[in-house]
């Protein structure tokens, strides 16, 4: 005889859980954390080594790298000034997910940091459904993508705390509406912060940073 | 492209839940996905032949219960099916619209002898 047993539990209800166990960890520590998502190219790595040298003297900075393969990516955040930078390779996986952070955080003496960035693997997709545990998701849009990502990435740009639109120095060699794009963003993930600026010249970066500062000193 | 890890955890799950109701077999898993979740039913079942392998799950049916997504409109509340590169409500024109269904992604129930 067959009998139905109801259950209704998310699939990644493990992930969930272990994300929470991992913010707790980062909680007690007084970490702060940010989880940096952006399709590949977009400036992720860019955008951290020009963070660093801004944060420098203020807060003692982490850097949790995840890539598919290699170490160049936390061989860059090292040079730009991190404290510490550790490179997750996923063998193939096209995400970090709580498990893997955990593991970068175990190597970590954490109460040696004030800020923790995580970089993901870059993808527009998947990242979005694997919780961390981090404080705060951050999206790195750019503008050579195109203006129309938000409409066919919806589920990354909601999920986002805040936004930063990058290699806006490409703005007059690109058609990028930026009003088609603003209007995407504002039905997924309305009232969203945004960072518009260029890791390049450094246009908008002290908005980016000086926020930043912001969120670690009110979570202390 | 984590279909794998999905995989792995709706069989945890769907043996966990049989291993409470003392099943001997599970026959049929329920799942409900939304359409804004991004798997592919053919991957998961694909990878479903090889991990249930040797499990009490290993003959079960995976039933994919699809819910398209839906926004409504918060200025004139209607409900409708979002076009691909245009939010906006199709009647009042109003980009002030909210996601309302299409996230879902759960085990739903599981069939058991």
Same mark, same amino acid.
């Given at each position: 005889?067959?009998?139905?047993?109801?259950?209704?539990?998310?699939?990644?209800?493990?992930?969930?859980?272990?994300?929470?166990?991992?913010?707790?960890?980062?909680?007690?520590?007084?970490?702060?954390?940010?989880?940096?998502?952006?399709?590949?190219?977009?400036?992720?790595?860019?955008?951290?080594?020009?963070?660093?040298?801004?944060?420098?003297?203020?807060?003692?900075?982490?850097?949790?790298?995840?890539?598919?393969?290699?170490?160049?990516?936390?061989?860059?955040?090292?040079?730009?000034?991190?404290?510490?930078?550790?490179?997750?390779?996923?063998?193939?996986?096209?995400?970090?997910?709580?498990?893997?952070?955990?593991?970068?955080?175990?190597?970590?003496?954490?109460?040696?940091?004030?800020?923790?960035?995580?970089?993901?693997?870059?993808?527009?997709?998947?990242?979005?459904?694997?919780?961390?545990?981090?404080?705060?998701?951050?999206?790195?849009?750019?503008?050579?993508?195109?203006?129309?990502?938000?409409?066919?990435?919806?589920?990354?740009?909601?999920?986002?705390?805040?936004?930063?639109?990058?290699?806006?120095?490409?703005?007059?060699?690109?058609?990028?509406?930026?009003?088609?794009?603003?209007?995407?963003?504002?039905?997924?993930?309305?009232?969203?912060?945004?960072?518009?600026?260029?890791?390049?010249?450094?246009?908008?970066?002290?908005?980016?940073?000086?926020?930043?500062?912001?969120?670690?000193?009110?979570?202390? | 492209?984590?279909?794998?890890?999905?995989?792995? $955890? #709706?069989? !945890?799950? /769907?043996?966990?839940?049989?291993?409470?109701?003392? *099943?001997?077999?599970?026959?049929?898993? &329920?799942?409900?996905?939304?359409?804004?979740? $991004? #798997?592919? !039913?053919? /991957?998961?079942?694909?990878?479903?032949?090889?991990? *249930?392998?040797?499990?009490?799950?290993? &003959?079960?049916?995976?039933?994919?219960?699809?819910?398209?997504?839906?926004?409504?409109?918060?200025?004139?509340?209607?409900?409708?099916?979002?076009?691909?590169?245009?939010?906006?409500?199709?009647?009042?024109?109003?980009?002030?619209?909210?996601?309302?269904?299409?996230?879902?992604?759960?085990?739903?129930?599981?069939?058991?002898?």
């Amino acid at each position: 005889m067959t009998i139905r047993v109801p259950i209704v539990e998310n699939i990644l209800n493990a992930n969930d859980h272990l994300a929470v166990e991992n913010n707790s960890r980062l909680e007690s520590a007084g970490v702060y954390s940010i989880n940096i998502m952006a399709s590949p190219g977009a400036g992720k790595t860019s955008l951290i080594e020009q963070t660093l040298p801004r944060l420098k003297d203020k807060l003692r900075v982490a850097v949790v790298d995840g890539d598919i393969a290699t170490s160049i990516d936390a061989d860059r955040a090292a040079n730009a000034g991190a404290q510490a930078a550790i490179q997750i390779n996923t063998g193939g996986d096209c995400h970090l997910d709580a498990v893997m952070l955990r593991g970068a955080l175990e190597q970590l003496d954490l109460t040696q940091f004030d800020l923790l960035i995580v970089e993901n693997v870059g993808n527009l997709v998947c990242p979005a459904s694997f919780k961390l545990g981090t404080h705060k998701s951050i999206l790195i849009a750019s503008i050579p993508e195109g203006d129309d990502k938000p409409y066919k990435y919806p589920g990354m740009y909601r999920g986002v705390d805040a936004l930063v639109i990058n290699k806006i120095d490409l703005l007059p060699y690109v058609p990028f509406k930026m009003d088609y794009f603003e209007r995407g963003v504002e039905v997924l993930n309305p009232g969203v912060v945004t960072f518009p600026l260029s890791a390049k010249t450094g246009e908008g970066m002290d908005a980016w940073t000086n926020w930043l500062v912001e969120q670690v000193k009110s979570k202390r | 492209m984590h279909e794998l890890v999905v995989t792995q $955890s #709706i069989l !945890d799950i /769907s043996l966990r839940h049989a291993q409470k109701a003392g *099943a001997e077999k599970i026959t049929g898993i &329920n799942l409900v996905i939304g359409e804004f979740a $991004s #798997i592919v !039913d053919d /991957s998961v079942q694909f990878y479903w032949e090889l991990y *249930a392998q040797g499990t009490i799950a290993q &003959n079960a049916q995976l039933h994919f219960e699809r819910i398209a997504g839906e926004m409504t409109c918060t200025n004139c509340k209607l409900s409708f099916h979002p076009k691909d590169t245009d939010f906006a409500c199709p009647d009042c024109k109003s980009e002030f619209v909210q996601i309302t269904k299409g996230d879902e992604f759960r085990v739903e129930s599981i069939d058991v002898e």
